[in-house]
């Protein structure tokens, strides 16, 4: 008869395990307010394109680099700011992080013009980028090994709620108040976190990290925003061939792999390259960056088909999408109960699956299909997204020692945003060319400086037909036309992405855990053995 499993003596302090769960409750509300700006400015979009004194009648252009700057300093600077945590102490660069942010969002909220809104949207980005990973790597040193997937999972929890407060809180603010409170509403939630987590959240750091590697920390900065830059031109300009973009992106690449030959041969790190031998975590990582890369275009495209084509207001569209959020906050803390049952493997491929059909299900959708439709397919996509979130983020955090909380949680949230932006820029693409193909035969009445910007999207088709009168009502009947025909190619050009995501888990994620199976001890050889 074998002896009884020996329990592993608590790590954390009695003190502050006793406060863990009011911790986890701060950590959520740093990290509401960094998904929450994205999701509020999306339904604000078309009142700052409007001219002044209601907006401040920003091009199509400036919209996206009002989007874009944001994404493009947050993905080039997570990993550093990862690094940063767990050498400075990752309360500290929680606490920066979140004044940044909150002086970002103040200097946004007062912009004069498109430009400045562009580079205080930039500001809003650095700090976020080190609000993000600080959250998941001090969770990781509040919580005991048994107790991390469900803190993990009510984590991923607190994104679902803010996809749904975001669009939600942007259409009530403007219908009540000028388009900047969609950004001046940080301020306030800004200065309840920073006085709760001086108050109750504990600093936590590397105790061994060595020099910081700052040729390492160079490199992966540059590489990163090149790469994204490339991405993001790409997509604005609905061709990656183009050879500024392929210019920037192959830079971006070429210095990234610098980075990793130069990691190898480094003695001093800042990433061990031998993380990603594990095929475990490597795959964890693959599978969070397909999901944000299906997801976000999905998301980008749907909220053009509410508005556009179906005429419901930012409010309405926001209180569409409930679906998707509520069933993220049902199902992302109980994830970790079908893990146990099931296994991450057969769990993260059921998921990607169900993701997979709601994703081709975006085919069905027409200019009449009822609208209870949607909120299904939505519903459907949050669980599936739910079972991959959860168990994907617990095994990158257990991957690696404690001690290496925030790099795991940075690279897991670089991949995340570089898979997003790809998401977007890639399959923004597919749906802009796929858009201007199906309605270039509409738009060839029109005189030729006009008919290329008309055939940018639809919301531009619209408002030169708006502008023809009656004229105009054979082009909004082939902008809608077009837009969903590009919309369910769009779709399942997502679903051929999250199909890959199946089975690149099937393949390498662990099957069941058994029962009996004793947590061990978060050691430096945690990596190697869990891929073995």
């Not at 209601?54 to 600077?77: D, K, P, R």
């Not at 607190?158 to 975001?166: H, N, P």
């Not at 800042?270 to 031998?277: E, V």
């Amino acid at each position: 008869m074998p002896s009884p499993a020996i329990p592993t003596p608590p790590r954390i302090p009695e003190a502050v395990h006793r406060r863990r769960w009011a911790i986890l409750g701060v950590l959520m509300l740093s990290l509401l307010i960094v998904v929450l700006d994205n999701s509020i400015l999306n339904v604000a979009i078309k009142t700052i394109s409007t001219p002044e004194p209601t907006g401040l009648g920003a091009t199509q252009s400036e919209l996206e680099w009002a989007i874009n700057a944001y994404t493009l300093v947050f993905a080039g600077l997570l990993f550093t700011a990862g690094l940063l945590g767990d050498r400075l102490g990752r309360k500290k660069v929680l606490l920066g992080g979140l004044v940044v942010f909150g002086i970002g969002s103040a200097l946004a909220a007062m912009s004069g013009s498109p430009v400045q809104l562009i580079a205080f949207r930039a500001v809003m980005g650095l700090g976020a980028a080190f609000v993000m990973p600080a959250t998941l790597a001090v969770l990781m040193n509040v919580f005991e090994r048994d107790e991390q997937p469900k803190a993990i999972g009510i984590w991923a929890g607190g994104v679902g709620l803010a996809i749904a407060i975001g669009p939600i809180t942007g259409g009530v603010l403007l219908d009540h108040f000028w388009w900047g409170s969609v950004f001046l509403i940080n301020v306030p939630i800004v200065l309840v976190a920073l006085a709760l987590m001086a108050w109750l959240v504990p600093d936590s750091r590397d105790p061994a990290p060595g020099r910081i590697d700052l040729f390492g920390v160079a490199l992966s900065v540059v590489g990163l925003v090149l790469l994204v830059y490339g991405i993001i031109k790409g997509g604005q300009l609905a061709d990656f061939t183009d050879p500024a973009v392929l210019a920037t992106a192959i830079a971006g690449l070429v210095v990234l792999v610098g980075f990793v030959l130069y990691e190898k041969r480094s003695d001093h790190p800042s990433i061990d390259i031998t993380y990603f031998k594990n095929r475990v975590f490597s795959a964890a990582i693959a599978a969070i960056a397909l999901v944000f890369f299906a997801l976000m275009g999905v998301t980008f495209f749907s909220v053009f088909y509410t508005q556009s084509v179906r005429g419901y207001s930012p409010l309405q569209t926001g209180l569409l999408m409930l679906p998707l959020a509520v069933a993220q906050l049902i199902f992302a803390p109980r994830a970790r109960l079908v893990v146990d049952r099931f296994g991450v493997r057969a769990v993260c491929t059921g998921g990607l699956l169900l993701l997979t059909a709601t994703l081709a299900a975006f085919t069905l959708l027409d200019a009449d299909t009822p609208i209870w439709l949607l909120e299904i397919i939505f519903f459907l996509m949050g669980t599936g997204m739910a079972h991959v979130m959860t168990p994907t983020s617990v095994v990158i955090m257990q991957a690696l020692p404690r001690e290496k909380a925030g790099s795991a949680s940075a690279l897991s949230n670089t991949f995340r945003q570089v898979g997003g932006a790809l998401g977007i820029a890639v399959l923004g693409s597919v749906l802009s060319t796929a858009y201007r193909n199906g309605v270039e035969d509409e738009l060839a009445v029109l005189p030729e400086g006009v008919r290329h910007t008309a055939g940018e999207s639809i919301e531009a088709t619209l408002g030169v037909a708006a502008k023809l009168g009656p004229r105009g009502e054979p082009l909004v009947s082939a902008a809608n036309d077009s837009f969903l025909h590009a919309m369910h190619v769009t779709a399942l050009c997502g679903a051929g992405v999250a199909v890959l995501g199946a089975l690149v888990v099937f393949l390498f994620l662990p099957g069941r855990t058994p029962p009996d199976a004793a947590p061990r001890e978060e050691t430096d050889e945690t990596v190697g053995a869990a891929g073995r």
